[in-house]
């Protein structure tokens, strides 16, 4: 079965501070990940993929095949970034299975 | 455009009570999914529809039905609702091209809809 673990329920930083959001997943394949966010009052909605190798809002992730890992990292987080954050894992037919979620607070 | 609409935004029932939850989407989105969000679960997928006309089970179907009514709404319903059930309710739509997709296309979410069941 596929899973994504994100272990932490709540990742309390300093505002600059360097933030690491954990995932892992299990899959038998080649996988397809995603961040999605949900700001206070606003809709869940995507943050990055892994096929794009992009940086949105300061915010990457790595694909590690080796850990089975997709942890989301920032260097100097904000205060804006407070968010419940989700791990997602692609599933054929188009279907995404999303971790537990993690909510982050950047304190001033 | 509006995006993924959900009706109503909070309901209260009582056990044994059934109610639908209605979602529209103005994208000419292909798939449509109803998920709940649970503390410390995460979303689980409830039902999906892959296209109009079609729809299959997720990973907690039970306790519910669907209905893709045309290829813009998707309603999700309780025939008697439970306390389990209390949950925030979530509709996203995604473009989903046919063929063999994997999880490519970015799903867009509704609003949520608060269920509580007394």
């Known amino acids: 079965a596929q899973r994504v673990t994100q272990p932490e329920k709540l990742l309390s930083v300093f505002k600059g501070a360097p933030v690491e959001l954990k995932c892992n997943y299990s899959?038998?394949?080649?996988?397809?990940l995603f961040w999605y966010v949900q700001y206070s009052r606003q809709r869940l909605q995507l943050l990055l993929r892994?096929?794009s190798r992009e940086s949105i809002k300061g915010f990457t992730a790595d694909l590690n095949k080796g850990e089975t890992s997709f942890h989301l990292k920032k260097p100097f987080a904000q205060e804006e970034d407070s968010a419940m954050y989700y791990c997602?894992?692609?599933?054929?037919?188009?279907?995404?299975?999303f971790g537990a979620g993690t909510i982050l607070r950047v304190k001033s | 455009n509006a995006g993924v609409t959900q009706t109503p935004k909070f309901q209260v029932l009582k056990t044994g009570q059934s109610m639908t939850l209605q979602c529209a989407q103005d994208?000419?989105?292909?798939?449509m999914y109803w998920y709940r969000q649970d503390p410390g679960m995460g979303l689980r997928l409830i039902y999906y529809?892959?296209?109009?006309?079609?729809?299959d089970k997720g990973e907690v179907p039970n306790g519910y039905n669907v209905s893709r009514l045309n290829k813009r709404e998707f309603s999700l319903r309780l025939e008697s609702a439970a306390p389990s059930q209390t949950s925030v309710y979530f509709c996203?739509?995604?473009?989903?091209?046919?063929?063999?997709?994997?999880?490519?296309?970015?799903?867009?979410f509704g609003p949520g809809t608060r269920l509580t069941v007394l």
């Open positions: 899959y038998s394949g080649s996988p397809e």
């Open positions: 892994h096929i």
């Open positions: 996203a739509s995604s473009l989903a091209r046919q063929g063999a997709q994997r999880g490519t296309d970015t799903q867009y």
């Open positions: 994208m000419n989105h292909n798939s």
């Open positions: 997602a894992l692609g599933e054929y037919g188009n279907k995404l299975v």
């Open positions: 529809s892959a296209s109009e006309g079609t729809t």
